[in-house]
T-cell receptor, first 116, second 112 residues
Framework: EAGVTQFPSHSVIEKGQTVTLRCDPI?????LYWYRRVMGKEIKFLLH????????ESGMPNNRFLAERTGGTYSTLKVQPAELEDSGVYFC??????????????FGQGTRLTVV | GEDVEQSLFLSVREGDSSVINCTYT??????LYWYKQEPGAGLQLLTY?????DMKQDQRLTVLLNKKDKHLSLRIADTQTGDSAIYFC????????????FGAGTRLAVHP
C-alpha cells in the first residue's frame, strides 16, 4: 500500500512567484493535514481537511496560502505570491476516518520549498 | 499557550543509552508522540503514550511520562549509528483528530 506522497520533493522559486504543492494521502483516509517546518524550528500545524471540507485552518499564516482538496482525495497547497519567509519544509499527513480513536497520522516525505 | 520544548542536539557513543527530553504545556493532551526523521525521509512515528500511562516500553525504546511536570522522555538503549536522526516530540490536545503540536526536534548524533 502506498504511503502519503508529496510532490515536488524540492522547489526553488523566486520571491513573488507562485508555487503549488501536492499531497496524495493514503487511499481511503478522510483526514488530511498540512504542516510546515521553517528554518529548523518546530513543525507547525497549518490546516486539516475532513474529506473535502476544511475542518480547521487556524494555522494558515495569511491569505497568500490557499489549500484545496477537491473530491476529498489529493490536496494542493498554493502559495501566491511567495515570500522569503515561506521557505521551509511542508509536510502532509493523513489518517483514517474518526477522531479521538485514531492514534497515528501518517506523514509524507515533505516538500522543501526555497524562496530566493 | 501551546509550546513543546526540546533540547536541540544530543551526541552519544555507539552502544550507550540516549535520553531525549521534552516538556509540553497542554495538560489536556491525550496522547504524546515521538517521531523520527532520518535524512531525506519523512516523519516516522516511533512510539506514543496515552496520557493516563506513565511508562511504555517497546524493544529498545522506553517512554516516560511525568504528567505533573508535563515532562516526556525517550530512552534509546544500546544506541546504534542507524539511530542518528532528528527526534520530534509532539502532543495531541484533547478534541480529537491528529492536530499535533511539535517541538523543534532533537538532533541525535551517534559516534563510534
Amino acid at each position: 500500500e502506498a504511503g502519503v506522497t508529496q510532490f515536488p520533493s524540492h522547489s526553488v522559486i523566486e520571491k513573488g512567484q507562485t508555487v503549488t504543492l501536492r499531497c496524495d494521502p493514503i487511499s481511503g483516509h478522510d483526514n488530511l493535514y498540512w504542516y510546515r517546518r521553517v528554518m529548523g524550528k518546530e513543525i507547525k500545524f497549518l490546516l486539516h481537511f475532513v474529506k473535502e471540507s476544511k475542518q480547521d485552518e487556524s494555522g494558515m499564516p495569511n491569505n497568500r496560502f490557499l489549500a484545496e482538496r477537491t473530491g476529498g482525495t489529493y490536496s494542493t497547497l498554493k502559495v501566491q505570491p511567495a515570500e522569503l519567509e515561506d521557505s521551509g519544509v511542508y509536510f502532509c499527513a493523513s489518517s483514517p476516518r474518526g477522531g479521538a480513536m485514531n492514534t497515528e497520522a501518517f506523514f509524507g516525505q515533505g516538500t522543501r520549498l526555497t524562496v530566493v | 499557550g501551546e509550546d513543546v520544548e526540546q533540547s536541540l542536539f544530543l551526541s552519544v557513543r555507539e552502544g550507550d543509552s540516549s535520553v531525549i527530553n521534552c516538556t509540553y504545556t497542554d495538560s489536556s493532551s491525550t496522547y504524546l508522540y515521538w517521531y523520527k526523521q532520518e535524512p531525506g525521509a519523512g516523519l516516522q512515528l516511533l512510539t506514543y503514550i496515552f496520557s493516563n500511562m506513565d511508562m511504555k516500553q517497546d524493544q529498545r525504546l522506553t517512554v516516560l511520562l511525568n504528567k505533573k511536570d508535563k515532562h516526556l522522555s525517550l530512552r534509546i538503549a544500546d544506541t546504534q549509528t542507524g539511530d542518528s536522526a532528528i527526534y520530534f516530540c509532539a502532543e495531541r490536545p484533547s478534541g480529537g483528530y491528529n492536530k499535533l503540536i511539535f517541538g523543534a526536534g532533537t538532533r541525535l548524533a551517534v559516534h563510534p
